[in-house]
T-cell receptor, first 116, second 110 residues
C-alpha cells in the first residue's frame, strides 16, 4: 500500500487561529479523503479532495471552515479555520487504492489537534 | 437509522478465546465491506476486506458477509492481548466513500 505522511502529528492551538494539515503520498492516487475523529467517536468524512477542482464536502462541513487544496495526485492540505475548542479532534487523511469496486482506503497517522 | 451499526462494547474475552464482532448496514446496494483495527492513539489499519457472501479467512481473522441480511461480522480466533483494540466496520457508499460504525472495543484478558 501507499506510504502516507501526515504532518503535523499534533498541535495545540489558540481559538480563532487556523491550522493547515498536510498529507503527502509516495505514489499518485486518484482519491484522497479527509476525516475527523472526535474523542471517543468513529470517523466522519469531511470531504473528498479532488485534484484540480474544488473539494466535495459532506453534509455539515463547509469550505469556509475546512478549505482543502489538492494541487496534484500526491499531495493535499486541510485547513481548520477560525478554530474553537469544539474542533479538538484527530484529523486523518486517507487514500483509496485498488480502483473499481475495491474501495480500500489507507490512512495516514493523523493529526491530533487541541484547541484552547 | 445509522448507516452502519456495530454491537456495543466493550467486549472482554480471555486469551485464546474467540471474539465475535457484528455489524449491520442500511444501504442495500453496498458492495464493499471492511474491518479496521485501531489501537489507542493510532490511526485505523485495514485487517480485512470482503465483497462476496460467505466467509473469508486470513490467519486468525474470519470475516462473514450476508448481503441479504445486510450483516457482516468478524471473528478473531485464539485471541491474543495484542488484539486489544477498537474494531471499526466500514461499508462503501457512493463514489468510493466509506461509512464507519462507532466501533467495538475489544479487551483480551491474559
Amino acid at each position: 500500500s501507499a506510504v502516507i505522511s501526515q504532518k503535523p502529528s499534533r498541535d495545540i492551538c489558540q481559538r480563532g487561529t487556523s491550522l493547515t494539515i498536510q498529507c503527502q503520498v509516495d505514489s499518485q492516487v486518484t482519491m484522497m479523503f479527509w476525516y475527523r475523529q472526535q474523542p471517543g467517536q468513529s470517523l466522519t468524512l469531511i470531504a473528498t479532495a479532488n485534484q484540480g477542482s474544488e473539494a466535495t464536502y459532506e453534509s455539515g462541513f463547509v469550505i469556509d471552515k475546512f478549505p482543502i487544496s489538492r494541487p496534484n495526485l500526491t499531495f493535499s492540505t486541510l485547513t481548520v479555520s477560525n478554530m474553537s475548542p469544539e474542533d479538538s479532534s484527530i484529523y486523518l487523511c486517507s487514500v483509496e487504492e485498488g480502483g473499481g469496486a475495491a474501495d480500500i482506503q489507507y490512512f495516514g497517522a493523523g493529526t491530533r489537534l487541541s484547541v484552547l | 437509522q445509522k448507516e452502519v451499526e456495530q454491537n456495543s462494547g466493550p467486549l472482554s474475552v480471555p486469551e485464546g478465546a474467540i471474539a465475535s464482532l457484528n455489524c449491520t448496514y442500511s444501504d442495500r446496494v453496498s458492495q464493499s465491506f471492511f474491518w479496521y483495527r485501531q489501537y489507542s492513539g493510532k490511526s485505523p489499519e485495514l485487517i480485512m476486506s470482503i465483497y462476496s457472501n460467505g466467509d473469508k479467512e486470513d490467519g486468525r481473522f474470519t470475516a462473514q458477509l450476508n448481503k441479504a441480511s445486510q450483516y457482516v461480522s468478524l471473528l478473531i480466533r485464539d485471541s491474543q492481548p495484542s488484539d486489544s483494540a477498537t474494531y471499526l466496520c466500514a461499508v462503501n457508499r457512493s463514489a468510493y466513500k466509506l461509512s464507519f460504525g462507532a466501533g467495538t472495543t475489544v479487551t483480551v484478558r491474559a
